[in-house]
């Protein structure tokens, strides 16, 4: 299952704790500040009952691989539940910084990062410098060693 939430859910104890509980079950779960449609796409999952403005089962392929496009869209752009609590209490980086660091680790280059997430190039440059100040290290090489570390350590408990 994969579900995107609304950042400010973070600050809502509880669905934080509904969101957890869903994350310890195995779901797959992201935050986005953008406004969204609410999208539930449940496969060959039909109510018996239900009221007629309680969801469609939509039948055509094109509408469904749409709708799946959409919200594949919105899901690309949302930041990962862990690394948004990661954000929280990770100290001196910014969930900007964060992102940028998850697009490199992803295999992209500094020079693809920032059309991939809305930034210039030089924004991505300004911002991988003060990760560097922040973290004092004096290459990206020295910064994604930190990254690795960081990910794998207990920054994946929320």
């Not at 600050?11 to 779901?27: K, L, N, S, W």
């Not at 779960?29 to 449609?37: D, I, Q, T």
């Not at 959409?70 to 948004?84: E, G, I, K, M, Q």
């Amino acid at each position: 299952m994969r579900s995107i939430y609304h950042r400010s859910a973070l600050e809502h104890p509880q669905t934080r704790e509904y969101i957890e509980a869903m994350v310890a079950d195995g779901a797959d779960v992201r935050a986005s500040a953008l406004p969204g449609p609410r999208i539930v796409l449940i496969d060959n999952h039909v109510i018996e009952g239900s009221e007629g403005n309680s969801g469609w089962h939509v039948f055509d392929r094109a509408a469904v691989m749409w709708a799946r496009a959409v919200f594949d869209l919105f899901w690309n752009h949302a930041t990962r539940w862990s690394d948004l609590c990661r954000t929280d209490q990770a100290g001196p980086l910014s969930e900007r910084q964060w992102r940028i660091l998850r697009e490199l680790d992803s295999g992209c280059s500094a020079q693809q990062v920032g059309p991939r997430i809305g930034l210039s190039r030089r924004a991505v440059d300004k911002e991988l410098a003060d990760v560097r100040k922040a973290l004092g290290c004096t290459t990206l090489y020295q910064v994604m060693a930190w990254y690795g570390r960081a990910s794998s350590e207990d920054f994946h408990t929320l």
